[in-house]
């Protein structure tokens, strides 16, 4: 698997962190992330509040940002909607037309990227709600 697996999650301090998820029955979810600047690895991990958790699509906006779930996405000026992972239909953006509605704007490995080189992350759905109107 070529792809990059990469979660975030909003810790209690209202920070991003980013790393591998762990989810259990038993303990509330947690990333696990590199603190390390040096050779080898040395991970830490927190809990994270679990309605902020977002997956990393894969793919990078026009600015080489990561794009991940709950991302808001804009064209230019135009609101583009917000990105989310269905088991039905993968990757995919909640666009905002005269009411919400999911389009089929699927995100994956044949995806051409070229398609995001005007495309640009101005926010997420946590830190920035009033994008969304």
Do not use: H
Request: aromatic fraction near 12%; charge should be neutral; proline fraction near 2%.
């Amino acid at each position: 698997m070529e792809r990059e697996i990469l979660f975030r999650g909003k810790r209690a301090n209202g920070r991003w962190v980013y790393g591998s998820l762990v989810v259990s029955k038993k303990i509330d979810p947690a990333i696990y992330f590199n603190i390390s600047k040096g050779a080898a690895d040395v991970l830490d991990w927190c809990y994270v509040n679990p309605d902020t958790i977002g997956q990393y699509t894969g793919l990078t906006d026009k600015n080489g940002k990561k794009i991940f779930e709950g991302d808001i996405l804009f064209q230019g000026q135009e609101l583009l909607g917000v990105v989310c992972i269905s088991k039905r239909y993968g990757v995919s953006i909640l666009k905002k037309t005269t009411t919400w509605s999911l389009i089929n704007f699927v995100l994956d490995s044949d995806f051409d990227a070229g398609v995001l080189s005007d495309i640009e992350v101005r926010g997420n759905i946590y830190d920035n709600p009033e994008l969304m109107k």
